[in-house]
């Protein structure tokens, strides 16, 4: 005899289609809020076209987004930035100071800089030196689009970043781990390279505190330090600028920093990854898997004495 319990009828039969579909959504996104509810107010959505770069890589899942991350300006454990960062971290109004090697630096506000440029999705692997990695949908401009407006001179070969460090905002860098404030750096033509993203949001909503608000770089080629958050400066150089992991471990880490599983770091080895959500690790591929794209950047150079 077969004997029908109440579970045994599939939502789906009992409301349409579209209505429980709507259902599970909203039910993922209000466990989501309960999660982090202060970050979830301030993000808003974003008008982005869907970009031409995608992954046939399962994507991260938003919860671990912008619950696992690194923000030493907001404590060393993963947690804690989505903790502290969220009601602490102001990014209205925001202004990123373009400074150096350039005809036209000056003092910009977040619209002017971010409002004449198309945003656009763009799907990237990224790849922490701690050897884990994810699959994150950013929206952003590319890089070169921004920097081009400043017109950077023939001096200009390098390229500086500079986070906020503000003792007020931040409770992190009352600890000495990092030499504040957090600085990175490109080379010109790295900085150019088209993959090159300044990001502003992610999953089609702007950036929560913790992952960088409200304006950030991507490098997904590179290992996950190179993209620094919540940008307040932007330096044209002609020297090589000095980077905040390498002042704190040169032996550690290098100005170039590019995956690359032939390059052990020293306390540890870089030939796999966890990519978050799954249990077997997998290979770390050269360049993060965009070796096509980038490697010719580096032709002629020996990457084990320029990591
Ligand atoms: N200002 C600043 N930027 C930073 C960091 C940081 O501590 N401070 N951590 C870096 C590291 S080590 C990683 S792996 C990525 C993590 O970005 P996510 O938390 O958005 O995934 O941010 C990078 N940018
Ligand atoms: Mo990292």
């Known amino acids: 005899m077969l004997i029908r319990f109440k579970g045994d009828i599939a939502p789906s039969e009992i409301t349409d289609q579209r209505l429980y579909l709507d259902r599970r959504r909203f ?5 989501a809020a309960t999660m982090f509810p202060v970050g979830r107010a301030e993000a808003g ?13 399962k994507m991260t899942t ?28 102001k990014t209205t109004p925001w202004t990123v100071w373009v400074e150096g090697e350039c005809a036209k630096p000056g003092k910009v506000a977040y619209d002017e800089l971010i409002k ?7 799907i990237y692997r990224m790849r922490c030196v701690e050897a884990w990695s994810m699959v994150i949908p950013w929206v952003g401009v590319p890089l070169a689009d921004v920097l081009k407006r400043f017109e950077p001179n023939s001096r200009a070969k390098y390229v500086e970043f500079t986070t906020l460090a503000d003792p007020e905002q931040m409770p992190g860098i009352r600890s000495r781990v990092l030499d504040w404030p957090y600085t990175e750096g490109l080379r010109m033509d790295e900085a150019m390279q088209p993959l090159t993203l300044l990001a502003v949001g992610l999953y089609g909503q702007q950036l929560l505190p913790q992952n960088g608000a409200p304006i950030r770089l991507v490098v997904p080629w590179k290992y996950g330090f190179k993209s620094i958050k919540s940008i307040v400066k ?39 990854e966890r990519r978050i959500g799954e249990f077997l690790r997998r290979e770390t591929l ?15 150079m020996d990457l084990k004495a320029q990591f």
């Open 62 to 89: 938003l919860e671990a987004v912008t619950t696992y991350n690194n923000y030493y300006e907001f404590g060393t454990d993963k947690e804690d930035p989505a903790k502290t960062a969220p009601g602490r971290l």
């Open 234 to 272: 932007i330096r044209f150089t002609e020297t090589q600028p000095a980077t905040a992991w390498n002042k704190s471990a040169p032996r550690e880490y290098g100005f170039y920093s590019n995956v690359n599983p032939a390059v052990d770091h020293p306390r540890w080895s870089q030939a796999k």
């Open 27 to 31: 039910l993922a996104l209000s466990a």
């Open 116 to 122: 004449p440029h198309r945003l656009e999705e763009r």
């Open 286 to 300: 050269p360049f993060n898997g965009y070796a096509d794209q980038v490697a010719g950047l580096y032709a002629g």
């Open 45 to 57: 959505p974003l008008d982005y076209a869907k970009g031409a770069i995608t992954l046939d890589e």
